[in-house]
C-alpha cells in the first residue's frame, strides 16, 4: 500500500473519532477483538452481552485506550433485554454511529432427533431475530440524529456459503444463511430510501473462538458463544 492510500485509510479512521459504536457479542471471541480494535482508535464502545464478567474484565484490560469501553450487559434472547440497551445508549451516550451484529450462539443437536424445538428457537432468537431487532434500533437511532453516514457490520460466517453442513450443526448454519440475506434485505431497503447508510456482511472463515472450538467436535454437546 502506497503512502497516499494509508494517509487516507488513517483519515477515515479518525473521523470514527468519538463517535459511539455498538458490539453484540462483545464478551469473547471476534465481538471482543472488535470492541478492543475500535476503542483503540477513539471511539465509544458499547459491549453488549450476557457474561457481564467478562464485559468488565474487557473495560479494565481497556482503561487509559484512546477510546472508552461501556459494559452493557443484555440477553440478546430477549426483545425486552436489547430495547432497555439501546435505550442506555441513547440516554448516556446518544446515537449510533457503527452498529455491529457480531452476536452467536451454536447448539449441536441433530434435528431429526431432537425431543424439543428450544434448541431450535435459541439458535435463532440470537443469530437471526435479536440481528433484525438490533438492525431496527440502530437504524432508527441513526435516522434519529441525522447520521446518515452510519455502518452496520453483520458477522456471518464462511459456512454461510458452503452447500453441505457438518452434521449436526445444520440449524446453525441456516441461521447465518439468512444474516446474508437479511443484509442484502437492509441495503435495498435502505437503498430504496436514498439512506446512505451502509450495510455490509462479513463471513470470517477459521477463526480461534469458543464456537469453532465446538465445530471441531462435530456434534457440540453444550451451549457456545
Known sequence: ????????????MENWKGKVAVVTGASSGIGAAIAESLVNIGMNVV???RRSDRLEELKNKLKG?????????TDLAKEADILSAFQWVE??????????????ILLGFIPIEASSTDD???IYDINVI???????????????????DGYIINISSIIAHVSTPITGIATYYASKKAVNTIGEGLRAELGQTNSKIRVTTISPG???????????????PDRAG
Open 1 to 12: 500500500m502506497d503512502q497516499k492510500k494509508e494517509d487516507n485509510n488513517f483519515k477515515t
Open 47 to 49: 459491549g453488549l452481552a
Open 65 to 73: 485506550q484512546k477510546g472508552k469501553f461501556h459494559p452493557v450487559k
Open 91 to 104: 440516554k448516556n451516550l446518544g446515537g449510533i454511529h457503527i452498529l455491529i451484529n457480531n452476536a452467536g
Open 120 to 122: 431450535w428457537r435459541q
Open 130 to 148: 435479536a440481528l433484525q431487532i438490533c438492525s431496527r434500533e440502530g437504524i432508527r437511532s441513526m435516522r434519529k440524529h441525522n447520521i446518515d
Open 206 to 220: 477459521y477463526v480461534k473462538t469458543e464456537i469453532v472450538e465446538q465445530i471441531e467436535m462435530k456434534i457440540p
